[in-house]
């Protein structure tokens, strides 16, 4: 199995700043694409942003400008800093990645527990 353990959730003020952290351990032969997912309440869980393991990014429009990915490919950790929040942003925060436990099995898709982030007044 792969774990994921994230950390750094917590109550803000608007325009505050916040920074996530994700690892991934357990039976990993190779992750594909990690990053970021939210929801908040009521409503679906959506894309923040992710990276595949070559670098390249996919964000929400609603967050370019403000929240920035990072991976670690050799540490399998991946961040999320989140700079001028909204109340908007208000969601518990998945980890999430795409792995392959072994070279002769299928990829995978794993969740974290999630972290909840408040932006508030």
């Known amino acids: 199995q792969v774990q994921l353990v994230e950390s750094g959730g917590g109550s803000v003020q608007p325009g505050g700043s916040l920074r996530l952290s994700c690892a991934a351990s357990g039976s990993i032969f190779r992750i594909y694409t990690m990053g970021w997912y939210r929801q908040a309440p009521g409503k679906q869980r959506e894309l923040v942003a992710t990276?595949?393991?070559?670098?390249?990014?996919n964000a929400a429009d609603s967050v370019k400008g403000r929240f920035t990915i990072s991976r670690d490919n050799a540490k399998n950790t991946v961040d999320l800093q989140m700079n001028s929040l909204e109340p908007e942003d208000t969601a518990v925060y998945y980890c999430?990645?795409?792995?392959?436990?072994?070279?002769?099995?299928?990829?995978?898709?794993?969740w974290g527990q999630g972290t909840q982030v408040t932006v508030s007044s």
């Open positions: 999430y990645c795409q792995a392959q436990q072994g070279r002769l099995r299928g990829t995978e898709n794993y």
């Open positions: 990276m595949s393991s070559g670098g390249s990014t």
